[in-house]
């Protein structure tokens, strides 16, 4: 059974982040936390829906082609 509510280390593995400030301004952005206690989770199912609502397509750089 996998796991909804995940720690912030839990998060930030599951995001692909290696930093706190990562997460930290990803939540400043809107990425809801639920907090009980002393304790804060962040929801599998929310950081996909967010990480869905802020996906953009970028545009591919030219290579830059060496002629040796």
């Known amino acids: 059974m996998s796991k909804e509510y995940l720690t912030f280390k ?3 593995l599951y ?3 290696t930093t ?3 997460l930290r301004n990803t939540i400043k952005l ?3 936390v639920i ?3 002393n304790s804060k ?3 599998k199912t929310a950081i996909d829906e967010f990480m869905k609502s802020h996906t953009v397509t ?3 750089h030219k290579e ?3 002629n040796d």
Do not use: N, Q, T
């Open 20 to 22: 706190y400030d990562s």
């Open 41 to 43: 989770r962040i929801s």
């Open 30 to 32: 809107g990425l809801p």
């Open 58 to 60: 970028v545009h591919p």
């Open 15 to 17: 995001m692909g982040f």
């Open 64 to 66: 830059v082609v060496k």
């Open 10 to 12: 839990e998060a930030m």
């Open 35 to 37: 907090r009980f206690g």
